[in-house]
């Protein structure tokens, strides 16, 4: 267990590419939430941005994580990321940042990505290919910037901000990198 670093799962979109709330989608025998949830399991303090009465609250509160309610999705996942920054007491604390949507990531993906970023700003897992995925981790350093993040999808912009110094972390298997936005998507991880 690592007392250094916070989880923060981003539950709270809209998923308006999908159609419908990701967070309650299954995956094997969990829901999307349930397996962030359980991709997190080693660190004591996890916290789950979520839409207000959303199936993530309520996951989030069997698994024994805080719920930060973001009740203006439209404000985009920086938004969401700017809420369980503030919620964090540790101003010294890592963030890691996981996506509800990406259901492969599990605890073996955090834990490398964590180690990855003891001597760096930001860790992050990056493709063969060069795509980067999730988790996310922040540093101290670059918590400071995500309040001055504008609304929108623009975690990408801190990630690659060059003020910061940055550890990609080759992962040879597609777990960081499968995002579901699409009922497509969706089909093509089973």
Known sequence: MNADLVCAILAAGA??????PKTALAFGEHSFVERALEAARDYPTVIVVAANDD????AAVRFGASVVVNDARERGMSHSLRLANSALSAPDAWLAVLLVDTPLVDADVVRRVFAAAQHT???????????PGHPVVF???ARHAI?????????????????????????????????????ADYRAIF
């Open 55 to 58: 199936a993530a609250s309520h």
């Open 15 to 20: 998923a308006s590419r999908f159609g419908s």
């Open 121 to 131: 700003d930001i860790a992050f897992p990056v493709s063969p290919d060069g795509r």
């Open 139 to 141: 540093g101290a350093r």
């Open 147 to 183: 309040e001055r993040l504008p609304d929108g999808d623009t975690i990408r912009t801190l990630r690659d901000d060059p003020r910061f110094s940055r550890t990609p972390l080759r992962f040879e298997d597609e777990r960081p990198f499968t995002d579901v936005d699409t009922p």
